[in-house]
């Protein structure tokens, strides 16, 4: 399969945990990465690999993966954590990469 | 300061074509892999392209054999060749970078916007 599913909506309340969720055949091979968008910006990767993130990006946040679903959990959302989520990975071939189509968070 | 820079970009009618550049700070492009990513407008993000060691390259069957990615290492720059152009490749233009020994796009461009229209 070359999809990545996403549900396009996810709501928390302020200082709650959230997770986010991404489904495809191909995570049962491959890690998912993880982006946050805010409105007329470039993406940011906030997790990666084996629940890595890069320098800055805050512990609240955390990735994880089981069978085909790759998950980003927020522990303790923030009202500057409202924004897009995109998760990508490899094709099943490996040689593509593919992207889920996001998930709007609002903190509310 | 690791950085893309990108230009290019801007209107073009349909059938036209364009080039994009994404200029490298701080690493050399044919340390990592470098890829395109775009995003039409209110929709979510889409891979084009990729290039491994300045000259392996794969496409999204949406544009292959109508864009080409290639690599100046002299110039230390990733270029996305547009051609045929159609009203759906409207979108902004993202560069970025592969993590070094992961899958992750870890440094992005700021973007570049195509508008196909006549």
């Known amino acids: 399969s070359s999809e990545l599913t996403q549900d396009p909506s996810v709501s928390v309340a302020l200082g709650q945990t959230v997770r986010i969720t991404c489904q495809g055949d191909?995570?049962?091979?491959?890690?998912a990465s993880w982006y946050q968008q805010k409105p007329g910006q470039a993406p940011v990767l906030v997790t990666y690999?084996?629940?890595k993130r890069p320098s800055g990006i805050p512990d609240r946040f955390s990735g994880s993966s089981s069978g085909n679903t790759a998950s980003l959990t927020i522990t303790g959302a923030q009202a500057e954590d409202e924004a897009d989520y995109h998760c990508n990975s490899r094709d099943t071939t490996g040689k593509h990469v593919i992207f889920g189509g996001g998930t709007k968070l609002t903190v509310l | 300061e690791v950085q893309l820079v990108q230009s290019g970009g801007g209107l073009i009618q349909p059938g036209g074509s364009l080039r994009l550049s994404c200029a490298a700070s701080?690493?050399?492009?044919?340390?990592?892999?470098m890829s395109w990513v775009r995003q039409a407008p209110g929709k979510g993000l889409e891979w084009v392209s990729i290039i491994y060691n300045t000259i392996n390259t794969y496409y999204a069957d949406s544009v292959k054999g109508r864009f080409t990615i290639s690599s100046d290492s002299s110039e230390n720059t990733v270029y996305l060749q547009l051609s045929g152009l159609r009203a759906e490749d409207t979108a902004v233009y993202y560069c970025?970078?592969?993590?070094?020994?992961?899958?992750?796009?870890?440094?992005w461009g700021q973007g570049t916007m195509v508008t196909v229209s006549s």
């Open positions: 690999g084996k629940n």
């Open positions: 701080g690493f050399t492009v044919s340390s990592n892999f």
């Open positions: 970025a970078r592969g993590a070094l020994g992961e899958d992750a796009l870890d440094i």
């Open positions: 191909s995570l049962r091979t491959y890690y």
